[in-house]
Nanobody
Framework: VQLQASGGGLVQPGGSLRLSCAAS????????MGWYRQAPGKQRELVAVAPTTTAGSTDYADSVKGRFTISRDNTKDTVYLQMNSLKPEDTAVYYC??????????WGRGTLVTVSS
């Protein structure tokens, strides 16, 4: 599967961005889709994950709860990450990941989000 992330850019603190992750295959073939991020000099970390069907629940990193929302559109095979109230510490490269029912993970190329005044 190929995953194409987009929507990154430069935004001021307090602003919003919506990231998109378009998959080359039906996302319903995967168990979960997730967003991760990697800030300069830091390890990649989980931001949010969501099941690709109605079963299961979404999960968020504590640092983004209440500010970020993950969603999916199975008709477009696309997963979104709505990011509100952005902070400078949200600056990172954001990656999309698909995880199969067998546990295999597939990464897409990242998209850079910079939060700065």
């Amino acid at each position: 599967v190929q995953l194409q992330a987009s929507g990154g850019g430069l935004v001021q603190p307090g602003g919003s961005l919506r990231l998109s992750c378009a998959a080359s295959e039906r996302i319903s073939r995967f168990k979960v889709m997730g967003w991760y991020r990697q800030a300069p000099g830091k390890q990649r970390e989980l931001v949010a994950v969501a099941p690709t069907t109605t079963a299961g629940s979404t999960d968020y990193a504590d640092s983004v709860k209440g500010r970020f929302t993950i969603s999916r559109d199975n008709t477009k095979d696309t997963v979104y990450l709505q990011m509100n109230s952005l902070k400078p510490e949200d600056t990172a490269v954001y990656y999309c990941k698909a995880i199969s029912y067998s546990g295999m993970g597939y990464w897409g190329r990242g998209t850079l989000v910079t939060v700065s005044s």
